[in-house]
Antibody, heavy 117, light 107 residues
Framework: QVQLHQWGAGLLKPSETLSLTCAVY????????WTWIRQPPGKGLEWIGE???????NYNPSLQSRLTMSVDTSKNQFSLKLTSMTAADTAVYYC???????????WGQGTMVFVSS | EIVLTQSPGTLSLSPGERATLSCRAS???????LAWYQQKPGQAPRLLIY???SRATGIPDRFSGSGSGTDFTLTISRLEPEDFAVYYC????????FGQGTKVEIK
């Protein structure tokens, strides 16, 4: 059974950089793309971007200038960095299996990230 | 960017009733790459339907999806108590965008 476990800092100050990592347990890491999605409190879902096992990325244009995703196939992990965080970036961040032509299907537990001075 | 508009915003129904949720795209969704998710409070979304009409693993057959092009529908044939939740559509054909969600609440 595939499981995704994610971690990273939950409280940031404005202008700091968010770093999150997601580890994949079970299943095949190299056969899928990997996606990040976020959800501000009380609001809907926003696609952040995705990465394939070769490191090719596809980012949300509204976040592209601040966003970097990376992958470590030796550890079955993928990561997100989002710079210049503001209060508008406060959200639950999810890592998800899927992307490319494959529908995102298996979700991590989510990480609540607060941005506050 | 493809904009997805879900309607209605809130659907008030009783257990046993039929629920029909709409997701309309601002332009045609490539390859019927349209998915539906269910989300309950405090939980991650759960995939229900992918490819517009294929049920994900373990999803009961009271959930069905249909549509193509710009108009898609999620139907819950008979609402069970556990089906009251928020539902989102996602198009993953051209970049990826979510609809704003439909809340199915108990009447």
């Amino acid at each position: 059974q595939v499981q995704l476990h994610q971690w990273g800092a939950g409280l940031l100050k404005p202008s700091e950089t968010l770093s999150l990592t997601c580890a994949v347990y079970g299943g095949s890491f190299s056969d899928f793309c990997w996606t990040w999605i976020r959800q501000p409190p009380g609001k809907g879902l926003e696609w952040i971007g995705e990465i394939d096992p070769s490191g090719n990325t596809n980012y949300n244009p509204s976040l592209q200038s601040r966003l970097t995703m990376s992958v470590d196939t030796s550890k079955n992990q993928f990561s997100l960095k989002l710079t210049s965080m503001t209060a508008a970036d406060t959200a639950v961040y999810y890592c998800v299996r899927g992307g490319g032509g494959t529908c995102p299907d298996i979700w991590g537990q989510g990480t609540m990230v607060f941005v506050s001075s | 960017e493809i904009v997805l508009t879900q309607s209605p915003g809130t659907l008030s129904l009783s257990p046993g009733e039929r629920a029909t949720l709409s997701c309309r795209a601002s332009q045609s969704v490539a390859g019927t790459y349209l998915a539906w998710y269910q989300q309950k409070p405090g939980q991650a979304p759960r995939l229900l339907i992918y490819g517009a009409s294929s049920r994900a693993t373990g999803i009961p057959d009271r959930f069905s999806g249909s549509g193509s092009g710009t108009d898609f529908t999620l139907t819950i044939s008979r609402l069970e108590p556990e089906d009251f939740a928020v539902y989102y559509c996602l198009q993953y054909g051209t970049s990826r965008t979510f609809g704003q969600g439909t809340k199915v609440e108990i009447k």
